[in-house]
Every structure is written in structure tokens, then in C-alpha cells.
């Protein structure tokens, strides 16, 4: 932001996000309770999930793997040595009446993540990352949280690992915000730390201030530490996804400022959202830190990860396949950013194109199969099983055995919705390829690699049609018939 773009008395929006993240492991952070989402609710659980007298708690290896290998995602420091503490509030959901959580010796600080928005580059601060465990959910019943006749309260979800992501407050926008949390989830998933079609595995709690732009300093990102706590913040709660934290923020911003602008004061306050109305509502003054009275969880001893830590290994993130996939498959930004999107997707367009024709592979992964699925709200992992009928497929246009267009448009399409294999439609349509479709394909080719004579044609210059013509002879080898080829390509010019 330069000083031309701003106008003296300008507001400038600044965020910060704690994001709460369940690790995908087996059992509970504490015990051996199962994970899993079951519709039986208080299933998965036993005495130290449940905070019975006298239970203790045995620290999950998997979960701790898990947060090692964000730290090392992030470039976090991870240090040798790291504690739990109790963190002590009441509320239905938490059994124990307090929850077992890092506090001043996190096990992963000082990271960052780079995201782009809109073109712009821009590294956001990742302050800390701990592990805890989540509390149990609660059901409204008859209405939302201030309106229900009553609450449900079910354990299964107690215990379970979350990783709390708390960033710096470097947004300066909600596109911002959303685009950081599209991007943190694609690391989580490429280090298979994270399941993102799982219910409430990612949830987000966002601060949101409003300050005077005088206090930003030239290039927009430093804040003084001053304006910062001389302005009063909202705390958003009951963020679930990219969207509803966009949407969230939005409104928020919206009604901070116009609160400012009127000469009202912005209220210090926890805030929750309520996706159905699209609105936020306001909950509680916010808690300070110094309510929750932290001490050492003397249940557990500390946590050395020291040695341990070098052997755990991630793979290959989002961002460097999608430098990787530019340079070594020549692939322009948008395709390279769609072949990259989950960990599945990318592995799969290189096998395709380990096989096949970089840019045909790209052609049929990122555009014909990744459309066709979306169309169908599906994910690539749900056809997992299937991938090889889909090289199959490939391989059917690779060889010129059928169209692509009946490739695309019939024999992708009967695969995805019954489930037949890619032989199989083409031998019950009989799509094997044709002589007509052999000339169809060549005139096609001819009008695309020959856009001056089909400029010519539009202007009226009827003879530039014996050009396309003779391309389409040689294409064929001269087997197709002249006068054929000139009404082929009059229909798909006028098409
Ligand atoms: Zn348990």
C-alpha cells in the first residue's frame, strides 16, 4: 500500500486467525478411544475421555508425528523440549473442566506460509501451532445457540487432536484470510495429517480490527504494536470453512466500520456466526488469558521430540509441485494449480503423464476428469479404485482409437455414471474410430491451427475455404473426399 493509494483518515483492516485443525490418527489424543464419527453418540469413549476421577492421560505418538511434520511444513522451530498445560474453563463440552493444551512451550513456533492472492505474494506469520484435545460437540436443540430450548451434549468428539494454528495478525482483507486457509489445507492433506471432507475438522476463530491507516507503516504489513492494542477487537466464532470465513469477516468489517465512521465505539467482544442468517451475533465479553489460569498438566511428563523429529519425513508441499509441475511439464499457472490441488490429483497426473503426452495428460486430468467430477460433487478419491480405466481411457485417445470428443463426452461420462469400463462403452456404442471421424477431427484441427484463413473465410473471402481444404487432404493423406471436406468444414465455420 503506497501513500498515493490511501487517503489520510483511510481504515485499514487488519486479522489474525487461530485455526483449529483435527489430526487425522486412530485413537484420541489421551486414550484409546476411537476417532471415529459414528451417528451413536458418547460411543467412543471411557474414563479419561469422559475426565472420571482418578483416570490419566497417555500422550498419542501418531498425534505428535502429525504436529511435527506441520511444524516442519511451516519451517516452524520445533523445539526440544515442549509441556502441556491445563487450561481450566467450564463449559458442557469439556468433562474435565479443563482442557490439556500447550501454553507458553508450544511444540511448533515462528513458522509462516506464503499465499497468493490475486497474483500478490504474501508470507503470513504463523506466531505458534500446539497440540490439544478437542472438547466434545454440543447439539441446540428447537433454535440456534441463544434461541435453542435445549443442548445435547456428545463425548466422541472429546479427545480427539486438534493442532491449534494461531498466525499473526498479518490479513489486511477476508479474500486474504480465505485464500491462506485454502492453502493451509492443501499442505495439512498433502502431509496426510488431515481429512477435509470430515465434519468440523477444521474450524476457525477469527480476530477482526479496524485501525487508522496512519499507523500502517509504508509497505502495509507492519503494525504498530500500539495501534494495535489501542484498537478494540471482535473475536468471530464458529467459523467452519473458507467460505463462511470470508463471509464472516466480511460482515464484520463492514459493521466496524460503519460503527467507526458514525463515531461509535467498536465494543471488545466474542462473536458468533451464524452462517444460516448470515450475520454475527454477539456472545460474551471475551475471556483474557488470565481466567483460564494455566498451570502444568503434572499428569504428563514433558515431551522430547529432539532425536526423534529428523526421522519424520514430509513430502513434496502444494507449493513446490506447483513450481516443479510449471517447469518440468511447461504447464501454465491455472493447470498447475488445479493438477496440484490434493495430493491424489497430482499423483495421478503424473502417472498419466509419465505414460502419455504432458500436455494431453493435463488436458485430461485437470479439464475433462476434474470437471466431470466436480460436475457430479465428487472427489478424486472416491474413484481411487478406478484410476487405471481412467489411463485406460488415455491411452484410447493416445492411440487414436477413439475421438477425444466421444472419449470425453460418451465414454468418460458412461464410466463416471455406470460405473462401466472404458472398453466396454466402446465396444457396446461402437465408438471404435472411424474413417468420417478420422476427416471430422482433421477439420477441426485444420480451423484451429489456421485462424488467419478462418478470418478470411468470416470476411466473406469464400476462396480461403479451398485452403482449409487442402490442409485437411494432407492431414488425411488425401483418403477423404474433396468435396466432402468442403462441406465439413462450412459446418463447423458456421457452427
Ligand atoms: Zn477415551
Known sequence: MTAQTVQQGDLVTVIGLEVHVQLETDTKIFCGCSTEQTDEPNENVCPVCLGLPGSLPVLNEAAVEAAVKIGK?????????????????????????????????????????????????????????????????????????????????????????????????????????????????????????????????????????????EEIDGDGDEIGEEALAAANRTEVKNISSHKGAQKALAYEETRQKNAIQR???????????????????????????????????????????????????????PSARRERFRAEYDLDEEAASKLTSTKQVADFYET???????????????????????????????????????TRLVELVATDEITAKNARETVLRSMLDDGRTPDEVVAEEGLGKTDEDDVQEAVVEAIDENPDAVADYEAGEDGAINFLVGQVMQKTGGSADPGDVNQLLRAELEG
Open 352 to 390: 498419466v503423464a509419465s505414460e502419455f503426452d504432458p500436455d494431453l495428460a493435463a488436458t485430461w486430468v485437470a479439464d475433462n476428469l476434474l470437471g466431470e467430477l466436480n460436475y457430479r460433487d465428487m472427489e478424486i478419491v472416491g474413484i481411487e479404485g478406478r484410476l487405471e480405466e481412467v
Open 263 to 317: 463515531g461509535r465505539a467498536v465494543e471488545q467482544e466474542t462473536r458468533h456466526w451464524d452462517e444460516a442468517r448470515g450475520i454475527t451475533v454477539s456472545m460474551r465479553s471475551k475471556e483474557e488469558e488470565k481466567d483460564y489460569r494455566y498451570f502444568e498438566e503434572a499428569d504428563l511428563p514433558p515431551l522430547r521430540v529432539s532425536g526423534w523429529k529428523d526421522e519424520i519425513a514430509i513430502p513434496e508441499l
Open 73 to 213: 511444513a511451516i519451517d516452524a522451530d520445533i523445539p526440544e523440549e515442549t509441556r502441556f498445560h491445563r487450561k481450566n474453563y467450564y463449559y458442557p463440552d469439556l468433562p474435565k473442566n479443563f482442557q490439556i493444551t500447550q501454553y507458553d512451550e508450544p511444540i511448533c513456533a515462528d513458522g509462516e506460509l506464503e499465499v497468493a492472492v490475486e497474483g500478490t505474494r504474501r508470507t503470513i506469520t504463523i506466531e505458534r501451532a500446539h497440540l490439544e484435545e478437542d472438547p466434545g460437540s454440543l447439539q441446540h436443540v428447537g433454535g440456534g445457540i441463544d434461541t435453542a430450548d435445549y443442548t445435547l451434549v456428545n463425548y466422541n468428539r472429546a479427545g480427539t487432536p486438534l493442532m491449534e494454528i494461531v498466525t499473526a495478525p498479518d490479513f489486511r482483507s477476508p479474500d486474504e484470510v480465505r485464500a491462506f486457509l485454502a492453502e493451509l489445507e492443501e499442505v495439512l492433506e498433502y502431509l496426510g495429517v488431515f481429512d477435509a471432507e470430515r465434519d468440523g475438522s477444521l474450524r476457525i476463530d477469527a480476530n477482526l480490527s479496524i485501525i487508522p491507516d
